[in-house]
């Protein structure tokens, strides 16, 4: 009987050391799959750095810091990243000085092939918010560096409802003189910005439809979401004191 007993009592002791060192090798296994990093290839890596360099070009920090902060998926190398943020005091972005940036792109998709090729940002996927405080001096200096408004040494200042006071000198052929004027900030179809020319005095005399047509067409759209990274559907704007917020 005590023979029998002690092999019982071995048995038992031997499945429950067995049982005590499987659970613990499962344990650690588990542990190690739970603390082990994203895996990462070449391509990820390769993506992702691409499209760094790609933001960094684009978007600029003149005189401040740009944070830049891109969060790759385990298929970066597809052009998925769970996360993109871009702040900036200031920002630039092309010609447009934004005082205040900040824009937070999530579950985003890229165009790889092209961003390899061109260098370029191609937005497939996005869901994109934007803060962005536009001051009358950052309008300002836009205006002085258009393609078609820098030679008119335009000047804006905000005024109530999201309207503004522009000040400048025409130096058409048949039309040339200090201009004062009264325009609206607007949100138009297509996420734009647009300048509506309400009223234009040319000398002191308000100018015909035409002459506002015009000068209208030479500064909009002010500001394009296509410019923006991740394109920013832009869904709210508004002026108050010297700064318009523009916001997604």
Partial sequence: MKTQFFRVRRSYLAAACGLTAASAVTAATLFQSAAAPMAWDAGDQRVTQA????????VSSPG?????AVHPTSRAGEGYFSEIVIAG???????LTISELNLRARNVRIDVPYLLQSGEVRTLQSTTTLRAVVTENDLTALLAKGKRTKALGLR???????????????NWTLINGPIVGIARLRLI?????NLDVLSLKLRGAEVPQ?????FSSRLNPIIDYEDM?????????????TKATLSA
């Fill in 156 to 170: 804006v200042k905000y005024i109530s409802g999201n309207r503004l006071l522009v000040t400048g000198n025409l």
């Fill in 64 to 68: 401040g810091k740009l944070n830049l």
């Fill in 89 to 95: 005091r200031p920002a630039k972005v092309k010609k």
């Fill in 189 to 193: 179809p297509g996420s734009k910005v």
């Fill in 229 to 241: 990274p991740f394109r920013p559907r832009f869904k709210g704007l508004r002026i108050q004191g």
């Fill in 210 to 214: 035409l002459v506002k047509n015009q």
């Fill in 51 to 58: 499209l760094k360099r790609s933001l960094q070009k684009r």
